[in-house]
């Protein structure tokens, strides 16, 4: 079999095309939905993806904003500078960008962030509500995967989906938003004994270890989809996924590249969930 491609790209653009006409009504409500990214440190790879996210934002007419701090800024200062952003009415949605520097605390960093502005679902009010099946932010790169599946008509309900990778940000969410949609979930992570046993019987494999190229078809069962999370930059600068595309390719049913797969779905999720904040929908307690 050789694989059908889900281009992430392309699906992007149709959302920030659909989402155009609502922030338009927003606008004309006198509500401008806007974004503040808080960058600490100078990552180039951080750097690339906080522009990526500013011109996607201004595509749909969201306004954004980017706060930096040093990276030898202080914890302290940082949760400053999210209290200001909690008070300010005009700030719908905060993100700071991750990883952090290691004098610095991520998961208070988290933890401070106003819920109702927690856009990008990592709080865990968000955490714990998406858990129980309530309405909450939902994290970007899971909620992009899902949608991508969605696109497709994938069925998820009953399938068996094998998550490698077990991060808050992505594998632990993205195999709960699973099992929100009733498939059979299975998370692999480092410790895990005999890796192949378990995704060779996925129906749904997702990727998200980053590490280049490590799953290869020998990992795939004839006809799976096959989810690439990862984004990994090689020495020549090229990008490459977790999962080795040509040889996978040949087994699955449905396959996402790197680059054009998941990454701009994750921010086409941060915009929606901007656009929720600004709408005041987040039902979410503090
Ligand atoms: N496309 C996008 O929008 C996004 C992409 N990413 C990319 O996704 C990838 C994963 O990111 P993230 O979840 O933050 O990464 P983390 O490093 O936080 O987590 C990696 C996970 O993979 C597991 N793991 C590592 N090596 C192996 C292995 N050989 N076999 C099985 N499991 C393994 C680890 O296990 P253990 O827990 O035991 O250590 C861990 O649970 C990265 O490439 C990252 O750049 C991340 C966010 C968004
Ligand atoms: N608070 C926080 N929220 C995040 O959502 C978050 C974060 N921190 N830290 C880093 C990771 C990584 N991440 C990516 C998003 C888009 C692409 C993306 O669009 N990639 C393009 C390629 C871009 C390029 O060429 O450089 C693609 O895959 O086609 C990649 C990576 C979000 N993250």
Known sequence: MSAEIINGKDLAQEIRTNMKAEVN???????????????????????????????????????????ELPSTASEAELLDVIQKLNGEPSVH??????????????QKVIETIDPSKDVDGFHPVNIGRMMIGEDSFLPCTPYGIITMLKSRDIKIEGKHAVIIGRSNIVGKPVGQLLLNENATVTYCHSRTK??????????????AIGKADAITSDYVK?????IDV??????????????????ASKKASYITPVPKGVGPMTIAMLLKNTVKAAKGLAVVGK
Not at 194 to 207: S, V
Not at 222 to 226: I, L, M, S, T, Y
Not at 233 to 243: A, I, P, Y
């Open 25 to 67: 009504e927003l606008i004309n409500e006198g509500i401008t939905p806007h974004l503040t990214v808080v960058l600490v440190g100078d990552n180039p790879a951080s750097k690339s993806y906080v522009r990526g996210k500013e011109k996607a934002a201004k595509e749909v007419g969201i306004s954004s904003s980017l706060i």
């Open 93 to 106: 949605g905060i993100l700071v960008q991750l990883p952090l520097p290691n004098q610095i605390s991520e």
């Open 194 to 207: 005999d890796l192949k046993e378990h995704t060779l019987q996925a129906d749904i494999l997702i990727a």
């Open 222 to 226: 004839e006809g799976a989809v096959v």
């Open 230 to 247: 990862g984004i990994n930059r090689l020495e020549n600068g090229s990008l490459t996924g977790d999962v080795d595309f040509d040889s």
